[in-house]
């Protein structure tokens, strides 16, 4: 989790100008991938399980640990570093990131940070998600020392990070929820919010293999989808989750009628 004492308590957006470069000649080259929590998100995971082509399951079990936040109970995924000196991040060479083109949303981030509100204009208006940028700034980084101005959105495409905001949308939205007063994940919802967030490949298997489709109603061409698109499979687990931690009706359960042959 990213210690707050480094963040430049400065609200930036996507036109914010500032002065940073990273590249393999500077002298703290790897520095920000020793000693450091990253949490990882649901479509990092689909990105890395993939390029060590792994299964989710075998994934989060050789190469994550998991925090339970104390007031919500919501499962966080975070990367296990190596247990040596410097605790380095396991994909970190002296040559530089190995799964560079997988990296998570936060390494693509960095030195930049990302936050997001939820907002209501009046009572009588929809709810919306704000986001804004913050700049970290760590001792070890001299990225900033660097003459080459960029803007925020700039260097957000460079480091392709739209796609996986794209993809992680749906579940910053249910984050939303740990803010209501007294809400917390009983057992059985904590399971399921992991399942349908972190670990596809099992959740995929629920759906085809349980009794998921004799208790709720999808439609064919959702379900081709589900078998071979993994993106589909991550928003559906969105839903999912929506449905189970009582945001929304997301899933339409069969009838007594509906369900027989």
Known sequence: MQNMKHVEPVRLTANSRFRFRCYKGISCFTK??????????????????????????????????????EKSNYPFVYLRMKEESGRPCPFVSPEGCVIYDDRPANCRYYAVGQASLRKQDDKDSLPYTEEFYFLIKEPHCLGFQEDRPVTI??????????????????????????????FQLDEKKQKAFYLACYDPDRFRRFIFESQFLNLFEVDAERLDRLRSDETALLQFGFDYARFILGIEETLKAKTASSGQK
């Open 32 to 69: 920000c991938c020793n000693n450091i929590d990253i949490m990882l998100t649901p479509y990092d995971i689909i990105r890395l399980k993939n390029r060590l082509g792994i299964s989710s399951g075998e994934f989060l079990n050789d190469y994550t640990y998991i925090e339970l936040e």
């Open 153 to 182: 959105a700039q260097w957000r495409e460079e480091q392709g990070v739209d796609i996986y905001d794209d993809m992680n949308r749906g579940w910053k939205d249910l984050l939303f929820l740990r803010k209501t007063p007294g």
